[in-house]
């Protein structure tokens, strides 16, 4: 059953708001899943290649000894922790290597999602309407997102509708149309997000959705404006 630690995080008044009129909103990456590993795991298979190697050997050497942080967006961040130098083209090679992967079916299966996830999701399943909507795209990357939830035991069935990009809408803005779409048919939403551009443009328009910052990585693009309950990459003390 569920714990009051979840209705205190929520900032819900008592067990009665959990009812069937609130919606659960979760994003994917950086929300249930450090994504991380992917994009080690990307990198990995980048400088096994030789070519890739031969652009800049130094630079390739370098590379192989930096770890990809949680914490980290992307690979970039690491590198510039690392204070890592390259030719242009090799930045650049890889650069594109990785988003030509990142954003495929291919390496999802390298995503660890965050401790307690999959039991806080489907306890939250079991009492209220959940969905997942993300900035992923639907054309490169839907077998291997439904492939992975099923896998790791998320809750994924016909009435979990997965909304994922059918276009090249920014994400913030993409998102803001999902959720309005959603707003006359529940009471109370409340969204599970990492990336705080996105949680001020929804707020900004929608005061009444509630949200829950995920505190892992995000694009740095803006800081949040206002104040929402944390989850730490670890959803274990909401059990
Ligand atoms: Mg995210």
Redesign the pocket.
Known sequence: MIKSDIESILQFNSKTELIESTLFIF?????LYNVSPRTQTIVDHFLQHSKNQDLDPEAAKDLQKIKIQKSDWGFGEALERENFRSSFKFTKTLTEYWRQHFFSNDYLQFDQYYPGAVEYLNIINSHSPLIYL??RSRQKMEAGTIDKLKHDGFPLNAENTLIMKENTEADNLYKLKVVESYMPSYQRIVIY???PLIINTIKEKCPNIHFVFINST?SRKENLKYNHPVIEMDYTPLL
């Open positions: 994003d994917i990456d950086s929300t993300t900035g997000e990492n990336e995000h």
